[in-house]
């Protein structure tokens, strides 16, 4: 991905500088005026590129590189800051390089201060959708064009640093969980929200990853999407992020292990279940089905569940909806053992009944296909 973002003709660099270490040697000792990033003030001037300076610099020249990143900058008008946004954009593609690079460990001073700049770009509050701001009823999220963040440029740089942070096997993680902590986490999540369908991408790739590595946090990131899961369906029933956090849950499922804990099988009847009655379940029903099937397949005995759960929200008069519904129950009914049909079979006869009595031809047409299939 990074590679994407790099421009060609730039100097290689030499196998001296290649092989030369980050941090300084240990009878160096590091200037501590460096250490700390203070509030970005005045402008913003270019800064040698690390195998520039000899080693014993090379991590103070880190934490001067993170200070200008912390700059924010107006992307509303492309005129502004012209040269101010291209020497951070330089120096943001240093810094993932040498980061990509892996020659070395980073300092935890180092690691604290670039948690401390990626935090201050990406955390930010979210514009409101275009229907909050006209007071105008919110349109099908299927028809509605994506709103594209104008920072992205520098954006996606801060993200591809912490992600390459984040999976680099010098990352220790009883170092990094201590900047990496539930704050930044709630805050990462928050980011789901973003209408930009870029930015959402990579903050999934890069929850999927913390989710992966910090085992300390797990519980708390599964908590976390259960309270956003909560308040789409009991309240806003707006959210931009819904299908990336079902299309990690069910890399998590996929990983849960047997016999399944209660605390998973809650998650499946409070939040996964009702996740079928929003309006807007067109958007993500594919993640949300593939979940709601490996639940099925890692434990037969809850067919039961699912299909009684998927009967209570089925839909009353949306065709379109109720085809997506007879695909996922088709699913499901693959996985069930004879038992567990018995147990949900008077309430199922009853709902294909009422499908092969349906006005729309492709309800009946689905119940039919499905049938001759079995």
């Known amino acids: 991905m990074f590679k994407k973002l790099m421009k060609g003709g730039q100097k290689k660099p030499s196998k001296s500088d290649s092989t030369d270490g980050f941090g300084p040697p240990a009878n160096t000792t590091v200037d501590s005026s460096a250490v700390v990033i203070p509030p970005p003030s005045g402008t913003i001037e270019a800064l040698p590129l690390f195998r520039d300076v000899p080693v014993s610099e090379r991590q103070n020249l880190f934490l001067r590189k ?5 700059h924010t900058l107006d992307f509303t008008d492309t005129l502004k800051s012209v040269r101010e946004k291209e020497i951070k954009r330089q120096t943001l593609m240093e810094l993932v390089e040498f980061i990509q690079s892996g020659s070395s460990k980073i300092s935890e001073i180092c690691q604290e201060e670039m948690i401390k700049m990626v935090s201050m770009n990406i955390f930010r509050c979210l514009p409101p959708a275009y ?23 520098h954006l996606q740089l801060v993200y591809e640093l912490l992600l390459r942070y984040v999976v680099s096997s010098d990352t220790d993680t009883k170092v990094a969980k201590r900047y990496i902590d539930h704050s930044f986490v709630l805050k990462l999540l ?3 929200d973003s209408e930009d369908p870029r930015e959402r991408e990579y903050v999934k790739t890069i929850l999927h990853r913390v989710y992966g590595k910090f ?3 797990r519980p708390f990131i599964r908590k976390a999407i259960n309270n956003i899961f909560y308040r789409f369906i009991y309240e806003t029933e707006r959210h931009s992020g819904i299908m990336e956090l079902l299309e990690i849950l069910g890399s998590i499922i996929n990983g849960f292990a047997l016999p399944m804990k209660e605390e998973h099988k809650l998650f499946l009847v409070r939040a996964l279940l009702p996740l079928h009655k929003p309006k ?7 993640q949300l089905s593939y979940c709601i099937s490996q639940f099925v397949e890692k434990d037969f005995k809850l067919a039961d569940t699912v299909i009684r759960g998927l009967l209570k929200y089925w839909p009353v008069t949306n065709c379109q909806k109720e085809v ?7 699913e499901v009914l693959e996985a069930t053992q004879a038992a567990e049909f018995q147990r949900c079979m008077v309430l199922l006869f009853r709902q294909i009944a009422r ?11 689905k119940w039919f296909f499905i049938m001759l299939i079995e």
């Open 66 to 70: 993170l200070q200008i990143c912390c």
């Open 131 to 153: 229907h909050e701001n006209t007071g105008q009823d919110a349109a099908d999220p299927e028809e509605e064009e994506p709103c594209l963040e104008p920072a992205w440029p």
């Open 190 to 192: 928050d980011l789901f």
């Open 215 to 217: 085992m300390v946090h």
């Open 280 to 286: 807007p379940v067109a958007v993500y029903h594919q």
């Open 324 to 330: 997506l519904f007879l695909g996922e129950l088709e």
């Open 355 to 365: 499908c092969l009595n349906s006005p729309h031809f492709q309800v009946c047409r």
